[in-house]
């Protein structure tokens, strides 16, 4: 991974010229270096903040084919993605895992059964599989306790998927660089510099120190997510991007207890909400708002958002009684998607764009499901402008499969999986990285304490909300952000990143401001009384 004090020798990594330069280090930008490196292209990617610390940490986390895609028609987009979903599932067990849905189908809501059958009969065709079966009621109740009784027929269960976004971008990273390319964070692209007009070239600046780089390159791609306007040149005549918020809320299981995953209409607009166990807790998503805020600073949830999303639980989850107080933590998404101006923001289409405008290939929207082909139409489009190198990618495997951990470890069989999942050539190394009592888990997660040692020592950890909130997800999943395990956790990045204590403070009162502003509740006072909202 990155070797210790790797950011010292920065002016060195960067000196020369570059096949090709990516700006964006969330899932598409590290689909791209993978790709690039493996074909044996001179690539680096450029990240403004953290690795994943865009929209591909914000995501609902779902590797699926898109059941929404099949709704609109798009075939060949569905069977891409359900492709792209069974290769994820073979190759990255353990971070990308199966996830069974559950459908309530109540009397006279949509859709209705028959209806339903039809969509996943096609969805899962092209998977070339048969997930989907109808339970009546009762049996149904089994598999999806709590839920609204009157009116309920049955249900229908289908499977899909989900992963760790942030997770999976950086073991995508982790395949790149071992591939050769270079991935640097909190390295902003400042500027596009062009010879003739054409783009050929990019000015960095380095957020920790400020010195400032000149690169040149042969190619150069924005995969900038929502921020792609801020490089394009043609951003104000040509086609726009509207930023669409999606929010998300994280509960307890033991107050949300599901099984499988739990969709429904929201009872408000009729839009997909779902409940789904995730990493230990209950994740509930997700919202669908024109974003209206600038993008400087990270995206959250809004107090109408927090009322439609208990809204939907209340609606389907009644015996429950939810409350704010179930409420662990929050966060949100911002989504680039390409402005038609149509009223209702559902209803924009989600595909990826690709501008190439003057040199600068932008390249966004998508999902995290089909990075691999999108990374590969990026390469495409610029194939004219780059070298032909020898190195060729395998086929599909786009991970390489790690070998069996130790046994002694004492890990469970799920336990193992997970490791190899999340951090796949290096699961053995974190093993042996680990201290007395670091392969227990942390209390609420499914967090070895070893992934915080080996990700504050491999995994370019730059601020405490890098560890926290992306390369482990405890600061979404314990209550107050893992207020109560900070003393333990600064052992660990006292020994690791050599912070002093005043470092530490340091880190430690920005990275809680930074929980209390952008992942927790806003103020009780502003939200509104989702059981008194209008259902329609
Ligand atoms: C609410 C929501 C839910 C979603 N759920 C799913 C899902 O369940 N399944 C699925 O497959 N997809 C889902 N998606 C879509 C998916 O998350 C995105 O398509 C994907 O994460 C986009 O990745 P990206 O790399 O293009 O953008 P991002 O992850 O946003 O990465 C862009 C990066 O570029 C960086 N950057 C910007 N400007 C500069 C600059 N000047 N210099 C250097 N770096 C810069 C940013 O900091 C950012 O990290 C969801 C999206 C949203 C919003």
């Given at each position: 991974m990155w070797p210790r004090n790797w950011r010292e020798q920065l002016p060195a990594t960067l000196a020369g010229d570059w096949d090709i330069v990516i700006i964006g280090g969330g899932i598409t930008g590290a689909g791209i270096l993978l790709e690039a490196a493996r074909r044996g292209l001179r690539a680096l990617l450029v990240e403004q903040r953290d690795f994943a610390w865009g929209t591909s940490s914000r995501s609902s986390k779902l590797v699926h084919g898109g059941l929404r895609y099949l709704r609109e028609g798009k075939l060949r987009l569905t069977r891409e993605s359900v492709q792209e979903r069974k290769n994820l599932l073979r190759d990255a067990a353990g971070l990308v895992n199966p996830q069974s849905f559950a459908f309530a189908d109540y009397r006279g809501r949509k859709p209705g059964r028959w209806l339903f059958s039809f969509g996943l009969a096609l969805y899962d065709g092209m998977a070339g599989q048969r997930s989907r079966r109808y339970y009546p009621a009762d049996e149904f109740l089994l598999l999806a306790p709590h839920i609204e009784r009157a009116g309920l027929k049955g249900g229908m269960c289908y499977g899909d998927a989900k992963t760790d976004d942030a997770r999976l971008v950086l073991r995508v990273l982790q395949e790149a660089l071992a591939a050769g390319g270079i991935a640097v964070n909190y390295l902003a692209a400042t500027q596009v510099l062009r010879t003739g007009g054409n783009a050929d070239g990019v000015e960095l600046l380095d957020a920790l120190g400020g010195a400032t780089y000149t690169i040149k390159a042969k190619a150069l791609i924005s995969a900038t997510g929502a921020w792609a306007d801020d490089l394009r040149q043609n951003a104000t005549a040509g086609p726009k991007l509207r930023p669409l918020r999606g929010s998300h809320l994280l509960l307890p299981a033991w107050r949300l207890p599901v099984a499988q995953a739990v969709s429904l209409m929201h009872p408000r607009d009729g839009r997909p909400v779902f409940a789904f166990p995730w990493e230990g807790a209950t994740l509930v998503g997700t919202t669908d708002v024109d974003h209206g805020e600038g993008m400087e600073a990270e995206a959250a949830i809004t107090p109408g958002e927090v009322a439609y999303l208990m809204q939907a639980l209340e609606f389907q989850f009644p015996e429950l009684g939810l409350g704010l107080d179930d409420i662990i933590a929050t966060f949100a998404g911002v989504r680039p998607v390409i402005d038609s101006g149509k009223a209702d923001p559902s209803k924009e289409a989600r595909d990826h764009a690709v501008w190439l405008e003057r040199g600068l290939l932008t390249i966004t929207g998508g999902k995290l499901t089909t990075f691999r082909l999108i990374a590969l139409d990026a390469l495409a489009h610029c194939a004219p402008l780059l070298p032909r190198r020898q190195g060729r990618a395998p086929a599909s495997r786009t991970f390489r499969q790690p070998g069996p951990l130790p046994a002694n470890a004492g890990l469970t069989a799920a336990q193992a999986q997970r490791l190899q999942g999340r951090y796949g050539m290096h699961a053995a190394e974190l093993l042996a990285a680990a201290?007395?009592?670091?392969?227990a888990t942390i209390a609420g997660s499914e967090t070895l304490w070893a992934e915080l040692r080996w990700a504050a020592r491999?995994?370019?950890?730059?601020?405490l909300e890098d560890l926290l909130l992306?390369?482990?997800r405890l600061g979404l999943l314990l209550r107050q952000g893992g207020a109560e395990i900070l003393p333990r956790v600064r052992a660990i990045c006292q020994a690791e990143l050599g912070w002093d204590d005043q470092r530490w403070l340091a880190e430690q009162a920005a990275y809680l401001d930074l929980w209390r502003r952008r992942y927790s509740l806003p103020p009780?006072?502003?939200?509104?009384?989702w059981r008194a909202a209008a259902l329609s």
């Amino acid at each position: 991974m990155w070797p210790r004090n790797w950011r010292e020798q920065l002016p060195a990594t960067l000196a020369g010229d570059w096949d090709i330069v990516i700006i964006g280090g969330g899932i598409t930008g590290a689909g791209i270096l993978l790709e690039a490196a493996r074909r044996g292209l001179r690539a680096l990617l450029v990240e403004q903040r953290d690795f994943a610390w865009g929209t591909s940490s914000r995501s609902s986390k779902l590797v699926h084919g898109g059941l929404r895609y099949l709704r609109e028609g798009k075939l060949r987009l569905t069977r891409e993605s359900v492709q792209e979903r069974k290769n994820l599932l073979r190759d990255a067990a353990g971070l990308v895992n199966p996830q069974s849905f559950a459908f309530a189908d109540y009397r006279g809501r949509k859709p209705g059964r028959w209806l339903f059958s039809f969509g996943l009969a096609l969805y899962d065709g092209m998977a070339g599989q048969r997930s989907r079966r109808y339970y009546p009621a009762d049996e149904f109740l089994l598999l999806a306790p709590h839920i609204e009784r009157a009116g309920l027929k049955g249900g229908m269960c289908y499977g899909d998927a989900k992963t760790d976004d942030a997770r999976l971008v950086l073991r995508v990273l982790q395949e790149a660089l071992a591939a050769g390319g270079i991935a640097v964070n909190y390295l902003a692209a400042t500027q596009v510099l062009r010879t003739g007009g054409n783009a050929d070239g990019v000015e960095l600046l380095d957020a920790l120190g400020g010195a400032t780089y000149t690169i040149k390159a042969k190619a150069l791609i924005s995969a900038t997510g929502a921020w792609a306007d801020d490089l394009r040149q043609n951003a104000t005549a040509g086609p726009k991007l509207r930023p669409l918020r999606g929010s998300h809320l994280l509960l307890p299981a033991w107050r949300l207890p599901v099984a499988q995953a739990v969709s429904l209409m929201h009872p408000r607009d009729g839009r997909p909400v779902f409940a789904f166990p995730w990493e230990g807790a209950t994740l509930v998503g997700t919202t669908d708002v024109d974003h209206g805020e600038g993008m400087e600073a990270e995206a959250a949830i809004t107090p109408g958002e927090v009322a439609y999303l208990m809204q939907a639980l209340e609606f389907q989850f009644p015996e429950l009684g939810l409350g704010l107080d179930d409420i662990i933590a929050t966060f949100a998404g911002v989504r680039p998607v390409i402005d038609s101006g149509k009223a209702d923001p559902s209803k924009e289409a989600r595909d990826h764009a690709v501008w190439l405008e003057r040199g600068l290939l932008t390249i966004t929207g998508g999902k995290l499901t089909t990075f691999r082909l999108i990374a590969l139409d990026a390469l495409a489009h610029c194939a004219p402008l780059l070298p032909r190198r020898q190195g060729r990618a395998p086929a599909s495997r786009t991970f390489r499969q790690p070998g069996p951990l130790p046994a002694n470890a004492g890990l469970t069989a799920a336990q193992a999986q997970r490791l190899q999942g999340r951090y796949g050539m290096h699961a053995a190394e974190l093993l042996a990285a680990a201290r007395r009592g670091e392969l227990a888990t942390i209390a609420g997660s499914e967090t070895l304490w070893a992934e915080l040692r080996w990700a504050a020592r491999a995994e370019a950890v730059v601020h405490l909300e890098d560890l926290l909130l992306r390369r482990t997800r405890l600061g979404l999943l314990l209550r107050q952000g893992g207020a109560e395990i900070l003393p333990r956790v600064r052992a660990i990045c006292q020994a690791e990143l050599g912070w002093d204590d005043q470092r530490w403070l340091a880190e430690q009162a920005a990275y809680l401001d930074l929980w209390r502003r952008r992942y927790s509740l806003p103020p009780r006072d502003t939200i509104p009384d989702w059981r008194a909202a209008a259902l329609s």
